[in-house]
């Protein structure tokens, strides 16, 4: 199995790529801790993983609040004695909002979870890691983070920052052995529109993203992304870092 052993905490676990992941990576040997907003999807998987003989521990919480963010580190921490990966999976939409029509509330609620979130448990993964021989933070970002066309401005702006974040982390924290990598996700079959409030688009500025949207070659299933992120978390990718990772089924080479 290629996780054996290791110690995983994936954040935004309760659906989509975060629930693929989960199954995934259960399957494949490691210990998990998982985070998820929603009590009864965090319910829902936490039971997948362990009827397929995996071993999970589940939080509810809200990555954008610093101590829940925090908790789902020392979690894995204090329950399974180490921490060998992070998946900061966790992320909510805007409403395609341009910069002329964004609001304070927007900014606040979709940079706290997509930015603030992985940074704090960055933050917290790589203290750990630094004393311990190292580990793998992976980020999930977007297609929005390397382009300006796929979603509103918060949600793009919250992307691009991930990308820096990973750069940065990546390049920091080399000599530690610690790696960090973003998968930059196209077009994938997941809930996050759930997280958007379709009454209150930016109609003019969705028209435009439309165009953009129309090239997508095709849709992933979430365990496309998980299968890539298993890849970047484990021994398989010791030599990759820093890497942003298109998978998008060849959006981006529009």
Aim: with cysteine; charged share 15%; hydrophobic share 45%.
């Amino acid at each position: 199995m290629r996780l054996q052993g290791k110690v995983v905490v994936i954040t935004g676990a309760g659906s989509g790529m975060g629930r693929a992941m989960a199954n995934r990576f259960g399957k494949e040997g490691a210990k998990l801790v998982v985070g998820e907003i929603d009590a009864g999807r965090l319910e829902a998987v936490v039971a997948e993983v362990k009827q397929a003989g995996g071993t999970i521990t589940g939080l509810v919480g809200n990555v954008a609040k610093r101590d829940d963010a925090e908790k789902l580190v020392q979690t894995a921490i204090d329950t399974y004695g180490a921490l060998d990966v992070l998946v900061n999976n966790a992320g909510v939409m805007d409403n395609f909002e341009g910069v002329a029509n964004f609001t304070e509330a927007q900014y606040e609620r979709v940079l706290g979870v997509n930015l603030y979130g992985p940074m704090v448990l960055s933050r917290a993964a790589v203290t750990y890691m630094k004393a311990h021989g190292g580990g793998s933070i992976v980020n999930v970002a977007s297609a929005a983070g390397v382009g300006g066309g796929s979603a509103g401005v918060v949600y793009t702006a919250s992307k691009h920052a991930v990308i820096g974040l990973t750069r940065n982390t990546a390049f920091t924290y080399a000599p530690n052995g610690i790696r960090c990598n973003a998968i930059v996700a196209g077009a994938v079959k997941t809930g996050i529109q759930g997280s958007m409030d379709m009454t209150k688009m930016d109609q003019e500025a969705a028209a435009r993203y439309g165009l953009w949207h129309a090239l997508a070659p095709a849709a992933l299933e979430a365990e496309d992304i998980a299968n890539l992120a298993l890849f970047l978390a484990g021994d398989e990718s010791k030599l990759i870092n820093g890497a942003l990772i298109a998978a998008d089924a060849g959006w981006n080479a529009a």
